[in-house]
Antibody
Framework: EVQLVESGGGLVQPGESLRLSCAASGFTFSSYWMHWVRQAPGKGLVWVSRINTDGSSTTYADSVKGRFTISRDNANNSLYLQMNNLRAEDTAVYYC??????????????WGQGALVTVSS | DIQMTQSPSSLSASVGDRVTIICRASQSISNYLNWYQQKPGKAPKLLIYTTSILQSEVPLRFSGSGSGTGFTLTISSLQPEDFATYYCQQSYSTPRTFGQGTKLEIK
């Protein structure tokens, strides 16, 4: 059974840092691109970042570029999101998601349960 | 970045109704269009991918169609468990942008 379990969320003050983790199981983690998606309270889904299979290529939303870093540890089936210089507008539930890809399909087929990050003084 | 626009933003309907949600892309995305369902406090769940392919175990009352810049999600006969928020997403390019969501509520 495919499982993605996020951890590391919490309450931090503006300007502080936090590291989210996503533990993957039930599939060959190193074969999939992985993404982070966030959802502010009462708002819609917003894509944050993605990483390719070996971690050599990453992409970020403009709103987090230069502050967030996505990484992965394929030996330990884990995905990370290092979030620095956090702002109030980063307050959200953060989801990790697996992207299934084929010649004609790219889709987030499995999602974690989410980790809440609250940035407030 | 490709912008995704859904309409309507909210919709009131009754059990048994047929409903259609529209998703438009700011440029052609071929058929790289996915639909997700989200219920309060839960993670999004994949419903339909590549415009019209139903994810495993998704009821046949759900269907998707379209190509290029215009897409639709149709629920042929609403069931109580279908009241949720629905999001379209393009996977043609990065960033993988989402529509703003359509909240389907009970009339």
């Amino acid at each position: 059974e495919v499982q993605l379990v996020e951890s590391g969320g919490g309450l931090v003050q503006p300007g502080e840092s936090l590291r989210l983790s996503c533990a993957a199981s039930g599939f060959t983690f190193s074969s999939y691109w992985m993404h982070w998606v966030r959802q502010a309270p009462g708002k819609g889904l917003v894509w944050v970042s993605r990483i390719n299979t070996d971690g050599s290529s990453t992409t970020y939303a403009d709103s987090v570029k230069g502050r967030f870093t996505i990484s992965r540890d394929n030996a330990n089936n884990s995905l990370y999101l290092q979030m620095n210089n956090l702002r109030a507008e980063d307050t959200a539930v953060y989801y990790c998601a697996r992207e299934y890809s084929s010649s004609s399909t790219r889709v987030f087929d499995f999602w974690g349960q989410g980790a809440l990050v609250t940035v407030s003084s | 970045d490709i912008q995704m626009t859904q309409s309507p933003s909210s919709l009131s309907a009754s059990v048994g109704d047929r409903v259609t949600i529209i998703c438009r892309a700011s440029q052609s995305i071929s058929n790289y269009l996915n639909w997700y369902q989200q219920k309060p406090g839960k993670a999004p769940k994949l419903l339909i991918y590549t415009t019209s392919i139903l994810q495993s175990e998704v009821p046949l009352r759900f269907s998707g169609s379209g190509s290029g810049t215009g897409f639709t999600l149709t629920i042929s006969s609403l069931q109580p468990e279908d009241f949720a928020t629905y999001y379209c997403q393009q996977s043609y390019s990065t960033p993988r942008t989402f529509g703003q969501g359509t909240k389907l509520e009970i009339k």
